[in-house]
């Protein structure tokens, strides 16, 4: 079956991009799409958390969602061990009895914390669940808050909250009216800056929203239209969870998403020349065809000299897919590069010309991870542009 996804001037990051003026208030955010963003944290001493971007959508209100005091984080906690399940029951304090988050999720909320306080996005005050998937997301995010400012987690005023409990189990919430009467009622705080954040639990955030949330997924609410979810914003390892998107993972519009962000984190690390990235999404005998004239088969090292020989002598590079197409194992990408050329390609020296030219991929998939890529780019088309 083939499944086309319609995106339309979609920019993937094959070379990095130029921001625009109101990208440059935020160094660390780059927009990846025509919804899509990126979050980045600046390199720090503290070396076990884990690598990752936080991506949130849509980016045309990215100052709405993170410049105003008056809006609300609805977080769900933290990525948790499905294998182990809540006795019936459970108190909420029960941490032995209960499911609670890997130490991947710890790593990967703390990974949050450290992205929202290098961009300057840090709560004025935190409503929290008793349970102990929800303390243990807290603590994850005041880790990474920590890691840029440890007086960020110190002041956070914290309050732990029975109402953001896990609604309806027989020792949590029985309704989310006071939730939604606390998320309604929020105008700011006027002694801090920043959003009011809530870590609360899957079936509060749908009853309160109608949105399904993955695990460590937060939903950016404005009061003031009514409650109304105007972005949400994730780390780009969020996933279904098997107690609560086991239809969906069963989905093969799904498996066609991840095939795109595989696709698309494959392209971002050819952009930036990123091997390590770029071994955890190839199979080990990954070869590249149709890159190189006389050359049957690539391996990475030399497809990425090719693309250096390329991308060095073009500034303001950017990739634009126009179509993707998802059969079986196979994903083939439909695109077009443009640049300024101001270096050398090809032996031609800069002229200042503005480019685009056409390019097309296929890529097979075997065992999650791309195993061959054929891919053709209009080079006749490239020279005949640099050469006038």
Not at 242 to 270: C, K, T, W
Request: proline fraction near 3%.
């Amino acid at each position: 079956m083939k499944i086309t996804i319609p995106f339309f001037s979609i920019a993937l990051l094959l070379f990095p991009q130029v921001g625009s003026a109101e990208q440059d208030e935020w160094e660390a955010v780059t927009q990846i799409s025509t919804h899509i963003g990126r979050m980045t944290a600046t390199l720090s001493t503290e070396d076990d958390l884990p690598k990752g971007d936080l991506g949130f959508e849509p980016f045309q209100l990215a100052d709405d969602m993170f410049k105003r005091d008056d809006v609300v984080f609805l977080m769900r906690h933290g990525p948790t061990d499905w294998s182990k399940l809540d006795i019936y029951d459970v108190a909420p304090d029960d941490c032995e009895n209960q499911r609670i988050m890997t130490l991947d999720g710890q790593g990967q909320m703390a990974r949050m914390g450290q992205i929202l306080a290098n961009n300057d996005i840090i709560p004025s005050q935190i409503v929290v669940s008793e349970w102990c998937r929800n303390q243990q997301t807290l603590d994850s995010l005041m880790r990474g808050f920590s890691v840029v400012d440890p007086k960020i987690a110190e002041d956070m005023p914290v309050e732990v909250d029975s109402e953001a409990n896990l609604l309806l189990s027989l020792q949590g919430a029985s309704s989310v009216e006071r939730l939604r009467e606390r998320i309604s009622d929020w105008d700011g705080n006027e002694n801090r800056s920043g959003p009011l954040m809530i870590i609360s639990h899957y079936t509060n955030i749908e009853e309160l929203t109608q949105f399904r949330v993955f695990e460590g997924e937060v939903l950016v609410i404005d009061p003031k239209r009514d409650n109304r979810v105007i972005g949400y914003f994730r780390m780009d390892s969020a996933g279904p969870d098997v107690g609560h998107f086991g239809d969906a993972l069963e989905s093969p519009l799904l498996e066609g998403n991840e095939a795109f962000n595989m696709i698309e984190r494959y392209y971002q690390a050819v952009g930036t020349q990123d091997l390590e990235t770029l071994r955890t999404l190839l199979t080990d005998g990954w070869v590249a065809r149709g890159t190189s004239d006389g050359q049957e088969e690539q391996s990475l090292e030399n497809f990425l000299d090719d693309v250096k020989d390329v991308t060095s002598g073009l500034t303001e590079r950017n990739f634009t897919v126009e179509d993707i197409y998802i059969t079986d194992d196979v994903v083939t990408v439909i695109g077009e590069i443009t640049g300024r050329h101001t270096g050398d390609i090809y032996g031609i020296s800069g002229t200042g010309n503005h480019v685009s030219f056409g390019a097309i991929a296929v890529h097979k998939l075997e065992g999650g991870r791309i195993s061959e890529s054929w891919q053709i780019s209009d080079r006749v088309g490239l020279i005949q542009q640099i050469s006038q």
